[in-house]
């Protein structure tokens, strides 16, 4: 199913994709909040928390929620530039090497 091409998938390779991504998302939001106590949502949902920190002054939590927010444009930023220039020499490892990028380092 991830080896095809979006134009070479059929409708149900589509849906088990997406059903498999949600559950993935659903998978690390939860072990975020189990293991770290914080909700790691998407991008929009530290906007939100940016926002409330603004508006309550938290100087400390502004800088917090700032640095999410960099190290996530930062992620995606690493990811792609690697997968374009490696992808050229070695196609596994292009796609391997951002997925191990964001292990997480305890």
Request: glycine share 6%; aromatic share 16%; charged share 10%.
């Amino acid at each position: 199913m991830l080896r095809k091409y979006s134009n070479s998938r059929t409708l149900g390779d589509n849906v088990r994709l997406g059903i498999l991504t949600a559950l993935v998302a659903g998978m690390v939001n939860v072990a975020s909040l189990l293991l770290f106590l914080s909700f790691s949502s998407n991008v929009t949902g530290y906007f939100a928390i940016l926002a409330s920190e603004l508006v309550n002054g938290n100087i400390y939590q502004i800088a917090l929620v700032g640095s999410w927010i960099f190290l996530f444009f930062f992620g995606s930023f690493v990811s792609n530039f690697l997968v374009i220039n490696l992808s050229e020499k070695n196609k596994y490892l292009a796609h391997a090497l951002p997925c191990c990028w964001n292990w997480p380092v305890f």
